[in-house]
Each structure stands twice: as structure tokens, then as C-alpha cells.
């Protein structure tokens, strides 16, 4: 039914915008908080200018007292207490999460195994370089083995549905071009051809961005130690291969990877959408099997400038809208097909939104969301893409929460980690870790 709607949804002139909605939402200091970023990362040394996260698409996509390893390396969990519910059984709500058995941070890696949500790295005060591993089905966390890898802040990250493949990144010593894999059935690790000095040797989630193929990662962005729009590396995109262990360079973009974005595998292509520029949003597509790109064409939300937008992949469409702009928070959508080249608008949303600012937002299988905890009071924001129709969920528990990643597990979409801003930096660590079912 989904796909029979928005077949129609491109065959047939948009229907009438409901009615807006008096909501009202404070318009949110995406940009602000981009700048509060680039600071902290430049005084710990990151090439490039700091701002969402790495993009990573997966192919598929209490409290603890201790945890003990035994003898082989196998983790062994002890059971949580219960979280404490936000909302009543059979509405969408809240629920706080057990406490986690590493420290609070923002800047992380984080995957979704299909069955664990996955946390690697970070920064908050310092670079972390430890990882735990949270299942929501017995509600347990478990703390990972130590790595191969030197503490990173945003390095690049992607789950192969065996191994979480982690690339490059920040931390006191400056940028990395070392990688692991890490495995969640044995709780190992093996270290990983780094990426090539040809390249650049960098990768970090400063406007780079990684993508599961299903055999191979491909990634493009801002490789290099240096200065400079692309951090002085290359300019062209990169695939690793981990059955072979090695790197293959591809074709050169003809456009600069956005500062801040997010990037889809869409089983042909990867699609990145993000801002090239202050307030200049691109969609760029790159093919791996041909090694050609092309660009998007422009979306039928305007020229406004503006940043921050939501992307969602949905298997067909790329959903985006909202954003950031000197007038405020954007309403407008749009869906993208990339078998017809061609856009369609979609419903205005009640509020003005953004993105999530780490990761793509969230797609359930038939509902988009963004979890506006990083706005002042937000509340989740959905769009049922059968009906249509946008809804407003309960408030966030943390109010202005920023920087943290939000997975879906299928029911639910869990958020840990990021932080809140004080003053002019970002950010003090969030403890709490909470998940939402819409």
C-alpha cells in the first residue's frame, strides 16, 4: 500500500496542504551548535570543520553492577532493572534506559546490529576509546573488549551484518587513518588495512560519509590531515573491500562532499544530501559498479538557504525537508525517486523541524520521524508516508539533547549519549539513555 501511494503521490498533482497546525516550537540553534562543535574540535586538532556525525547505513539499517568476560572472550551480561516508563501501556512514549556501563559522550560511532545497538568512541572532556553494546530485548548492557584502535572522536563507521568497520576519525593525537572490524558474536576485534596515504590517510566525521554496499564500503568526504575544502586529500571516492583487505580508489566527485549531511545506499548507488556551503543544500549520487556520479536535480522546496534538513531513505524515495534558515525552522517536504530522476512535494509539517544532526533519521517501514529532542521542548515530529499526515508525539525527557544517535530497532528508536550546551561550548554529557515507541 505504501508503494501504491507514493506511485500515485508521483503521478498525480500534490493534494492540498491540511491545515497548519498552532504548535509552536522554538526555532532551534542548529547553526549555533555547529559553531559551539567546530571550536571543540579544533582544539583537539581535527583537519576539517566539525559537525554531524559520520554517516554509516547499515544493511539491514539496570543498571549494569559489573561485566565479566570469560576466559574466550565471551561477554557475559547481568540482568537490568526495569526502566522507568514515561507513558502509559499502548501509547507512544518514553522509557528510560539502564545506565550504561561506559561514560556518557557525544561524537560516537554507533551501529544497529539487528539485535544490539552498538557504541564505540566518542568525546566528552576527553577522547574515548572504549564500546558497549546494549540489547533492548532483555534491556542489558554489556561492555565490549578493547580495541586495536586509539581513542577516536567520529570516526567512520558501518555494520556489514557480521562486523562493525570502523575508519579513521579524531583524537589527541590528531586524525587516524588506522580501521577495525569489530564482531559482536565472538567480542573480538582484527585490525584492518588503514586507509591509503593516496588518499589521504583520513577519514573523519567531519563531512565524510560511509555506506554497506552489502560486499564492500564505500566512502567520500573529507579525507587528509591538511587544510583546505577537503582536508587536503583526495577528491575522489574510495571502496574497501574486507574480504580482500584493501582499498580501490574511484572516481573523482564533481562537487564538494557537504559539510553536513547524510548518505544512503539504495542498492545502486550511494545518495548523499547535505549542505556544500552556508545555507546551499546538494544531493550527489555515486555509482561504484560504473564509477560515475551525477548530480540530483533541485528539489521543489525553494531556494531559500538553508541547513540541518531531515533525509531519510526509505528504500525508494529519499525523503527530505525542514531545515534550518535565517527565517527560522522550515515545514516543507519532498520525496525524491532516483529510478525516474524526479521530486514530488509532500504535505507541510505542523512545526518548522530539522534533522538529527548525528545520523539519518528514522524510517519504521512506513513512517518517517525525527526526534526533536535538540530543540527546547520538541517533541517527536512522524510522517505516515500511506496517509500522509504528520503527528506530534510526547515531549523528549531530555530537552535540548544534541549530538546523540537514534537507531530503530524495529519497534522503537533508541537515543543515548550527546549532550546538552553550556554557554558557548557543546556540550555536557547526557547520562540518561531513552527510548522511544512511536
Known amino acids: 500500500m505504501l508503494e501504491d501511494n507514493l506511485r500515485t503521490l508521483f503521478a498525480l498533482e500534490a493534494e492540498a496542504d491540511p491545515p497548519m497546525s498552532h504548535i509552536s516550537v522554538p526555532a532551534a540553534g542548529r547553526s549555533a551548535r555547529m559553531r559551539q562543535r567546530q571550536r571543540r574540535v579544533l582544539t583537539i586538532g581535527s583537519p576539517v570543520l566539525a559537525a554531524a556525525a559520520v554517516t554509516a547505513v547499515v544493511a539491514t539499517s539496570v543498571a549494569l553492577s559489573g561485566v565479566a568476560f570469560s576466559g574466550g572472550g565471551e561477554r557475559i551480561a547481568r540482568p537490568a532493572r526495569t526502566g522507568t516508563p514515561l507513558a502509559g501501556p499502548g501509547s507512544a512514549g518514553w522509557a528510560r534506559l539502564p545506565r550504561a556501563p ?11 546490529t539487528g539485535k544490539e545497538m552498538i557504541v564505540w568512541g566518542g568525546y566528552s572532556n576527553t577522547t574515548h576509546g572504549d564500546g558497549a553494546a546494549y540489547d533492548p ?10 580495541g586495536p584502535l586509539t581513542a577516536q572522536d567520529l570516526p567512520v563507521a558501518v555494520w556489514t551484518g557480521k562486523d562493525m568497520l570502523l575508519f579513521g576519525g579524531s583524537g589527541p593525537s590528531g586524525a587516524s587513518s588506522d580501521g577495525a572490524a569489530y564482531d559482536p558474536a565472538t567480542n573480538t576485534w582484527r585490525k584492518l588495512a588503514p586507509i ?30 591538511g587544510g583546505g575544502p577537503r582536508g587536503g586529500g583526495s577528491l575522489a571516492a574510495a571502496t574497501y573491500d574486507p574480504a580482500a583487505n584493501s582499498w580501490t580508489t574511484g572516481t573523482v566527485a564533481p562537487a564538494q562532499a557537504p559539510l553536513f549531511g547524510d548518505a544512503f545506499w539504495t542498492g545502486k548507488q550511494m545518495i548523499v544530501w547535505g549542505s556544500v556551503s552556508p545555507g546551499r543544500i546538494q544531493g550527489i549520487a555515486y555509482d561504484p559498479a560504473t564509477r560515475r556520479w551525477s548530480t540530483l536535480p533541485a528539489s521543489p522546496l525553494g531556494r531559500a538557504a538553508r541547513d540541518s534538513m531531515l533525509a ?5 524515495y ?37 534533522e538529527n544532526g548525528t545520523a539519518p533519521d528514522i524510517w519504521t517501514g512506513a513512517t518517517v520521524i525525527t526526534i526533536e529532542d535538540g530543540v527546547p521542548g520538541g ?5 505516515d508516508l500511506t496517509t500522509r499526515r504528520w503527528s506530534l508525539g510526547p515531549k523528549a525527557p531530555v530537552p535540548g539533547r544534541q549530538e546523540a544517535h537514534e537507531l530503530w530497532t524495529g519497534s522503537e528508536v ?9 554557554g558557548n561550548s557543546c556540550c555536557k554529557a547526557v547520562k540518561p539513555g531513552y527510548s522511544y515507541t512511536p
Request: avoid cysteine.
Open 137 to 146: 530485548a532483555i534491556r542489558t548492557w554489556t561492555k565490549i573488549a578493547a
Open 102 to 112: 561506559i561514560a556518557p559522550r557525544s561524537e560516537y560511532a554507533a551501529v544497529w
Open 312 to 316: 531519510v531513505w526509505t528504500g525508494r
Open 379 to 383: 517533541r517527536p515530529l512522524s510522517l
Open 196 to 225: 591509503p596515504r593516496s588518499l589521504g590517510g583520513n577519514l573523519t566525521g567531519s563531512g565524510s560519509y560511509a555506506v554497506w554496499t552489502g560486499k564492500v564500503m564505500v566512502a567520500w568526504g573529507f579525507f587528509g590531515n
Open 318 to 354: 529519499l525523503v527530505v525537508g525542514g531545515g534550518n534558515s535565517r527565517t527560522g525552522l522550515q515545514k516543507d517536504a519532498a520525496a525524491y525517486d532516483p529510478a525516474t530522476g524526479s521530486w514530488k512535494r509532500l504535505p507541510d509539517a505542523p512545526v518548522g523541524f530539522e
Open 414 to 422: 533508541l537515543v543515548w549519549g550527546g549532550g546538552v550546551p553550556v
